[in-house]
């Protein structure tokens, strides 16, 4: 029997299968059209701020729609009463915003932040909590889930990609995986050791009055490895100077891009909030790539910010600032609000209004 999956960027893909049959994609009517705050539940704004720039990362929102959860039978409802994972928590809170008549209110995410509370103690408590480390987790929870879900019902993990495959084994890989390579090369003898990891989001570090193109430039600088810090080089046999640096090797489809605000300080012995002023373009080009990267010229549009306003990293609040359908908006909580693209500017950093510290790109293509 033909059926359809969902391809996150676009179009169904027909697949045929024996097994027994997958519901058919939920309609998702005007999703990027909705304007929906979301209730506080003491300090969730970590959570708040996330959840609202994914939701308008709509590949990501979409793929979260369509996963149905296989270990229950009968199949997941639209809106389960009791969530047996946080992915279809986080489905039935996207279901109903996106399918909600009205197009703006307030919605009330319990379900979703007891099952965070229920699967780590770590968001149990009231105290402030780190928005990147959420995200974090989130979306490594999500792999999990899905990973577990084919693994009990002994379905081959290629199933759970929808579109074209890559290293990653499902949807969130798909998305937001992309591949580092660390190169190392002698400086006796010119060889050259490389070593691929993957990342989900890109953490750089960062510098006062400075850009995100220049912190990229510095994250893939080369860095000398000598004295104390010399290099085994396989083709010396010995330990030998090198040079050393990080480039991006596979560019995601979506990019969140971390900017380290909290460094620990050593004098004080606990950590800081590094208020620099750090500028981000709203179009994005990534020229750290390796000599043979598959199209680095790609283009990437900002489409979310998460700020962080405070000054320390045990304290203060998070609100996202989202575009949709062409304009921009400022989601604090409950609260929605319109924003000028022109006063965004003010979110670099060195300002009252708040630090950028994640930011959300996707691909044009």
């Known amino acids: 029997m033909a059926i359809g999956k969902w391809n996150p960027f676009g179009q169904p893909v027909l697949q045929t299968t024996t097994d027994h049959p997958i519901p058919q994609p939920l309609p998702i009517p005007?999703?990027?059209g909705k304007q929906f705050g979301l209730e506080n539940f003491g300090n969730t704004c970590y959570a708040n701020s996330v959840l609202q720039a994914l939701y308008f990362c709509s590949p990501f929102r979409d793929l979260v729609i369509q996963h149905t959860d296989p270990i229950v039978n009968p199949p997941t409802p639209p809106i389960p009463s009791s969530p047996r994972?946080?992915?279809?928590?986080?489905?039935?809170?996207?279901i109903h915003i996106s399918q909600n008549p009205a197009d703006k209110g307030t919605v009330a995410p319990r379900a979703f932040i007891d099952k965070l509370k229920e699967l780590n103690e770590a968001f149990r408590n009231t105290m402030h909590q780190d928005a990147h480390e959420f995200l974090n987790y989130l979306l490594n929870k999500i792999v999990e889930e899905i990973e577990e879900e084919k693994k009990l019902q002994?379905?081959?993990?290629?199933?759970?990609?929808?579109?074209?495959?890559?290293?990653?084994?499902?949807?969130?890989?798909?998305?937001?995986e992309g591949t580092l390579t660390s190169e190392t090369r002698c400086l006796t003898c010119e060889n050259v050791s490389s070593r691929d990891e993957s990342f989900l989001d890109l953490s750089i570090d960062i510098e006062q009055n400075s850009s995100v193109t220049a912190c990229l430039r510095q994250f893939s600088?080369?860095?000398?490895?000598c004295q104390r810090n010399k290099f085994f080089c396989d083709g010396c046999c010995d330990l030998q100077e090198?040079?050393?640096?990080?480039?991006?090797?596979?560019?995601?489809?979506?990019?969140?891009l971390h900017l380290k605000r909290f460094k620990y300080q050593e004098d004080?012995?606990?950590y800081i909030k590094l208020a620099y002023r750090v500028a981000f373009p709203f179009e994005l080009r990534l020229f750290n790539t390796v000599d043979d990267a598959e199209n680095p010229d790609r283009l990437y549009e900002l489409f979310a910010i998460v700020v962080h306003i405070g000054n320390g990293p045990n304290h203060g609040h998070y609100v996202s600032i989202i575009k949709t359908l062409g304009a921009w908006l400022v989601f604090d909580d409950e609260t929605v609000e319109s924003i000028k693209e022109s006063d965004i500017p003010k979110y670099f950093g060195e300002s009252n209004s708040g630090s950028?510290?994640?930011?959300?790109?996707?691909?044009?293509?």
Request: hydrophobic fraction near 40%; glycine fraction near 2%.
């Open 242 to 256: 090198a040079e050393k640096r990080m480039k991006i090797k596979r560019l995601p489809n979506v990019l969140a």
């Open 356 to 365: 950028a510290y994640v930011l959300y790109y996707q691909a044009v293509d």
């Open 154 to 176: 002994q379905v081959p993990l290629d199933d759970c990609i929808s579109g074209n495959p890559s290293t990653g084994s499902t949807f969130i890989h798909q998305i937001f």
């Open 30 to 32: 005007c999703a990027d």
């Open 85 to 94: 994972t946080l992915v279809s928590a986080l489905r039935s809170l996207y």
């Open 221 to 225: 600088a080369s860095e000398m490895l």
């Open 268 to 270: 004080v012995q606990k």
